[in-house]
């Protein structure tokens, strides 16, 4: 036999042992003749006023979902997907959420059960990057407030509590602009500031992240309804293809106002653009449980504010399917505060001086919010 040819047999003896062992394994066959998925983990977050539970999945799957009565339960089914074991439970037992099950339906189903309370509605939507099925409840009567609320009406003060959200971090860089300039250290460095100054002025500020670690996008809006905020800003920086383009935009949760802010939330989504269609699909139903005619007034101020302090080009008050601001219970909004792809913009931004005073605008964009709620 030639040099290679004594191998060919082994090879094919070898071939034709694992084919054997992968036809005799039941869910493992699945998942490799049908291209199965499995139901991965389930973790979720609880707050008074609603519940985010997350199915993680091993790939991505068509479902439906919906509601049944007596008792209450949201049904979720996942096709072409297994579950190994075939019955998993997890227990939440928050007042709304009484546990998650998860079973085989049928060889092609999986189905995933919420036993739930009483709810008033709930969002449901996919991301990638892990794939997962995010779900949001919403209780009929939310728990009473820690706060009692006519106490902090009669001190005038709406707004006491304030995540600010430094986009990206840790495996994520964000935007890389000019000489390497990262999204995620500048904008870091600007939440930073600002939450030193806003506790100067008496807020209780919290920052999604202090570090450069990565944080997925819905554990940031869980972070700030876990915490109770009266206020959720996420800060990003913008990129453009063309190094002309400058100025200052702020977002609410919304359809995309036109392409670009489409390609924008996209990119912030870390999901290709034709997917932003599936958030879009959902967004209706999202937009019933958003405060967005709040969410449009705090942009407005933070906008004013950041484009006559930091003297930018103003781009306007926009809209994007942003997730990070999906089903957050508070007034939430998405600053993009310049382009670190325009040449004077990204030197700017680089300087200390300039980040301190887009703190002191972000600043004073939230406390206009915050003394007109007042004054009303
Ligand atoms: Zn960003």
Redesign the pocket.
Known sequence: MSGAGRYIWPAFIFLLWTEAIWAGGGWKEKVRRYRYCYIDSVYWWSSERSTRVVVRLKARRPYTAYLLKNPSRLCIDIDRAVLHPPKRTWSIEDGLVHRVRAAQFSPKKARVVLDLGDIRGYNIFSLSHPDRIIIDLFPKIPKPSPVEPSLVRQLGAKVKKIVLDP??GGRDP??IGLWGIK??DI?LDICKRASKLLRRRGYEVYLTRTRDVFVPLEARTAFANQKHADLFVSV???FSRSRVTSGTETYYLSFASDREAKELAA??NATASNRIGDIEKVLKGILKNTKIKESKALASTVQESLVSRCRREDRGVRSAPFVVLIGANMPAVLV?ICFISNPKEARLIKERWFRQRVAEALVDGVERYASRLAAR
């Open positions: 986009g990206h964000g935007a999204e995620k904008v990003h920086l913008n990119f912030e993009e």
